[in-house]
């Protein structure tokens, strides 16, 4: 869950920065910046403005997330791990997972075009 967390913050952060740059060029973001997630419990801390147990180990200057979900700048939505299209860079796949998120990010087998 930290590690999501953390991840997560992160993300807020360039999207923040993103959606000023937009600004600046007269393209205002009309609604928050959307962060899929996997992990429901970061999911659930981002939106509990409420301090308990489970993230006084988190360090403070993450928490700035839960301040961007509850202003509406950034909204936290869950998307399952099977539709994370970044596992193709970062874990072992089956064959047909490994294909079905390849074809996702628009890229093809070598073989199939020559």
């Known amino acids: 869950t930290e590690a999501e967390f953390v991840a997560a913050a992160s993300f807020a952060c360039q999207g923040v920065w993103l959606r000023r740059i937009l600004e600046q060029l007269k393209q205002t973001q009309l609604t928050g910046t959307v962060i899929f997630c996997d992990n429901t419990s970061s999911i659930k801390l981002s939106k509990n403005p409420v301090m308990h147990g489970r993230c006084k180990h988190i360090d403070v200057r993450y928490h700035f997330l839960r301040d961007l979900t509850k202003d509406g700048t950034v909204q936290m939505s ?14 072992a796949l089956k064959l047909e997972t490994f294909c079905n998120l390849r074809a996702r990010l628009g890229m093809c087998d070598l073989t199939d075009v020559i």
């Open 78 to 91: 869950f998307c399952s791990s099977q539709d994370q299209i970044a596992d193709i860079m970062t874990k």
